[in-house]
């Protein structure tokens, strides 16, 4: 899925406000202070959008897509905290969009809470745009799903669960993020 041109050339003139604004995707370090926080914020998906154009700081973004009520999400999370734990240091920002019903507020605060107990001290996301638009966004029909961006925010990879014949492990996540980082290069 890419970003239509006026969406792009609109994210990119943006990426300077942003980050003159703290608004960044730049996970947590594992020596950083503030590695034992974790928050939960609310974007709608053109801000997430333009956050995600805006990420200098990484040479690559995962963004994996779940929600509490998705027993596979849950289950393969720790697989995503341990994506941020090998290779944030590296160059690899992670980010978990959560597609729980943000006017649940139940949903939200299992949410956060799952997070914490997870220590998913990455960048956290609540889809703040109308329950399921978040599937409609990405252009996909289950979760888990995650997409792989590169440097200029363009997606350059997806590993979903559409096609019954062909799911996607974590493993396989792994194994691409870690040959994109150890070549550099933008190979689909």
Sequence with gaps: ?????YAAVAAVSLAG?????GHDLTPARADD??????KLERLSWSDFQKRIASNTQAKWTVVDAWATNCGPCKENFPHLVELHKKY?????AVVSLSLDDPTDEKAVADAEKFLK???????NVLLSDDSGDGFDKLNISA???VFLYGPDGKEVKRFTMDDPNNQFTYEEVEREVAS???DGKASN
């Design 17 to 21: 406000l942003l980050a003159s604004a």
């Design 33 to 38: 202070s503030s590695a034992g926080s974790v």
């Design 88 to 92: 944030g240091s590296k160059g690899l």
């Design 143 to 145: 979760i888990p799903a």
């Design 180 to 182: 994109r980082l150890a």
């Design 1 to 5: 899925m890419n970003l239509p041109r």
């Design 117 to 123: 107990e997870k220590k998913a001290t990455f960048t």
